[in-house]
């Protein structure tokens, strides 16, 4: 069965980082494309960053670049987010997503909240 798991999410305050992971299984990791998603409440949900399969291209939001990275560990079946230098704004519930032609997966979030 197709699970993608996140983890990494809780309380930091302005200015300081968390490292979010997804955990992959019941597909071929390796093949797929994938992303980071957040939605904060009363917003829509929208991409912060992409991977490719190999993991030789990354694209990141606007607002994202400079502060997070996108990566993956393809051994280990796992994609990584680092949020650096972070911002009440940035305060949201982060998806996990695996895509792959027509197929798409996600997983339940992890909260990361951003307050003093």
């Known amino acids: 069965q197709v699970q993608l798991v996140e983890s990494g999410g809780g309380l930091v305050q302005p200015g300081g980082s968390l490292r979010l992971s997804c955990a992959a299984s019941g597909f071929t990791f390796s093949t797929y494309t994938m992303s980071w998603y957040r939605q904060a409440p009363g917003k829509e949900r929208e991409l912060v960053a992409t991977?490719?399969?190999?993991?030789?291209?990354?694209n990141y939001a606007d607002s994202m670049k400079g502060r997070f990275t996108i990566s993956r560990d393809n051994a280990k079946n796992t994609a990584y987010l680092q949020m650096n230098s972070l911002k009440p704004e940035d305060t949201a519930v982060y998806y996990c997503?695996?895509?792959?032609?027509?197929?798409?997966?996600w997983g339940q979030g992890t909260q990361v909240t951003v307050s003093s």
């Open positions: 991977i490719i399969n190999i993991g030789g291209s990354t």
């Open positions: 997503n695996a895509r792959k032609l027509g197929w798409s997966y």
